[in-house]
């Protein structure tokens, strides 16, 4: 069955790098996502990665996908205090019909000032 | 374009009360889905639509969930009667075909 995975939580300084991982068990997924949480907010887009592709760079965001592994893993440079979230990953299987997203159980980063 | 609509943003009520909450998907957006959010269970797809049809309820708790889409920019879901374990964060999100999904602010629900 489809199922994500994800570390709950994540502490690094401000200025550091964060990495966050997450394993997905559908080999036939097209798409994976990350999303950001802020607290007492929904749920923003921050970046996706097209499964034929291996790496993706958004200005401070590098996401990694290792598809033999089935393993997915966002970086952020220089983190800052605002970057402090919950962070999900998301995958999208094959199958157009559905947009049905299968979310990880998220990952609490928190940046020490 | 004004984002995922979902009213209201908190909800106090009491058990046993009927709860509606309200979802206006972004304009031109054939995809609209219910998820609820706890600490416990993190997030779970309740429903989703396809052009205002229930595809999959499998995720809707039991018979006192429903949801309905009237039309293509409205949509409820309503808890009744309502218990304190139904206390959650409510999201409505919603996509075009083969696109990402765009959240709503969601909706507070507290039973006492």
């Known amino acids: 069955g489809e199922d994500v995975e994800q570390s709950l939580f994540l502490s690094v300084r401000e200025g550091d790098s964060s990495v966050i991982n997450c394993t997905y068990t559908d080999s036939s997924s097209t798409y994976l996502y990350w999303y950001k949480q802020e607290p007492g907010a929904g749920l923003q887009l921050l970046t996706y990665?097209?499964?034929?592709?291996d790496m993706k760079q958004d200005q401070r965001l590098t996401v990694l996908l290792n598809k033999k592994d089935k393993h997915l893993s966002l970086r952020i440079a220089d983190t800052q205090t605002g970057d402090s979230a919950i962070y999900f990953c998301?995958?999208?299987?094959?199958?157009?019909?559905?947009?049905?997203?299968?979310f990880g159980t998220g990952t609490l980063l928190a940046v020490q000032p | 374009d004004a984002g995922v609509i979902q009213s209201p943003r908190h909800e106090v009520t009491e058990m046993g009360q009927e709860v509606t909450l309200r979802c206006k998907p972004i304009s031109g957006h054939d995809y609209l889905f219910w998820y609820r959010q706890t600490m416990m269970r993190g997030l779970e797809l309740l429903i989703y639509?396809?052009?205002?049809?229930?595809?999959?309820d499998s995720g809707m708790p039991e018979d006192r969930f429903s949801a309905k889409m009237p039309n293509a920019s409205f949509s409820t879901l309503k808890i009744q009667p309502s218990e304190p374990r139904d206390s959650a964060v409510y999201f409505c999100?919603?996509?075009?075909?083969?696109?990402?999904?765009?959240f709503g602010p969601g909706t507070r629900l507290t039973v006492l």
């Open positions: 999100a919603s996509s075009r075909p083969r696109d990402t999904q765009y």
């Open positions: 998301a995958e999208r299987a094959y199958g157009g019909a559905t947009n049905k997203l299968i």
């Open positions: 990665i097209f499964s034929n592709m």
């Open positions: 639509f396809n052009n205002n049809v229930p595809i999959d």
